[in-house]
């Protein structure tokens, strides 16, 4: 038996949304649906405080760009919604569904594989051996990798890792866009079921793409919570260890339950969640990981434009001068979790280029052994069709073609949101260890 809801949205004709049954009762479709439509007619109010401020950095820093990026801000009823699938559940429709929607496939496949040109590549030498039997206790305890963890080349294991890895289902990353503010009801958390799907920005997924996870690789998400990121680095590769660390308790149990929504069990092991201050991680395990995701504690613009008062607003504001130093705290101490060779990737969800741009050239300017490398020819040009791209040029450079900059004034790339590209705001930049 089939169910079906209406989406209603302003630009589209209502669109059909049907489930299968054993996938969402029917009692939850008719509070979808209410929840559907109350998210597109509910205008919320935004905070001018914020917008204030915003309309005087972001024009100076955006120039023209910031008008188009501002109206979407303020037009929350234009956003788009991605639907990152998850290649763990066994319930297979949801493709056909958004297809039949009118979603397409962001990146298309063959761009993903360009992009993760490592991820599909042969399983590392690289075994993460567990050596103790904490990690066995339920799903995704807060537990930070033991001290007498090690990764070695074993012959016999690396044959059960590659067995075991090649029994998942078949890594890719698959998220479906809609041209229009379409939004996909979300699905609830229920103990013991794998959700489809998640339900993201898509920028988000590009520092994931840049990350360049493969089949094997220890992986850090210093700044975890409430987890979209770490979803999307399983969908796109089998890390022999991913540690989500996330100092916040209340959102490291968010974090928890997403970790148990999306992953199977049989993954316990190798995805776990550790609870220290990424500002001195680095020191506890220097030169662990192959890769380190830093998606920084920032001014999420998109939030912030609609605090609940007036006073919230402010008070954030002042907040705002202080998140660049923790944000170099933790991309230094990211820089010294990494291996040499391995890379980092920060990124935040602001357009403030104190949070991104000088963020960055502060820590490249005393931290000798980082590099930077380009994301716009890698990322920017190639998926310049869906997204934006804004390139974060070094203090006092301005240029028609970034592609004809020198590497070092291309400090990372920016996604602002443009009306029917209204996803970001989204800034990236990586940096390999040398
Ligand atoms: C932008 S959010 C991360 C979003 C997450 N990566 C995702 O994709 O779902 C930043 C997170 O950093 C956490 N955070 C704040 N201070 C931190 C610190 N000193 N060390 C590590 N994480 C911190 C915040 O609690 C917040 O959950």
Known sequence: MWSKIWLETRKVNPVLLSFNCHTVSDGALGSLKNKARKAI?????????????????????????????????????????????????????????????GFSSLPPQTDVSALLSYAASSVSNSKYEEGQDTLLSPPYISKCPPEDYILQPDATSQDSLTEFILSLPHSSLQCYVHPHPLRFPSQAHRPGWLKQYYLLNAASLLPVLALQVRDGDKVLDLCSAPGGKAIAIMQSATPALLCCNEPDPHRRDWLSKTLESF????????????????????????????????????????????????????????????????????????????????????????????????????????????????LWEEIASPLSKYFM?????????????????PLSSRLGILVVPQPGKTWGPMFLSRIRRK
């Open 41 to 101: 007619t509910r205008q919320r109010p935004f905070c001018s405080a914020v917008l204030e401020h915003f309309d005087h950095q972001y024009s100076e820093e955006l120039g023209d760009l910031w008008p188009s990026a501002r109206a979407v801000l303020l037009d929350p009823q234009s956003w788009q919604y991605g639907v990152m699938l998850n290649r763990f559940s066994t319930v297979t429709d949801i493709t056909q569904v958004v297809l039949s929607l």
């Open 263 to 374: 992953l199977p069990h049989s993954l316990n092991n190798s995805v776990i969640v550790s609870a220290q201050d990424g500002r001195s991680f680095g020191h506890s395990k220097p030169g662990f990981y192959d890769k380190v995701l830093v998606d920084a504690p920032c001014s999420n613009d998109r939030s912030w434009l609609y605090c609940g008062s007036q006073q919230q607003g402010e008070q954030r504001l002042k907040d705002r001068a202080r998140l660049p130093v923790l944000q170099a705290q933790l991309l230094r101490s990211a820089l010294s979790a990494v291996r040499r060779g391995g890379v980092v990737v920060y990124s935040t969800c602001t357009l403030s280029s104190f949070e991104n741009r000088a963020v960055v050239e502060a820590v490249l300017n005393d931290f000798p052994e980082a590099e930077l490398e380009d």
């Open 389 to 405: 791209f804004s390139p974060h040029l070094a203090r006092g450079q301005t240029h028609a073609n970034p592609s004809l900059l």
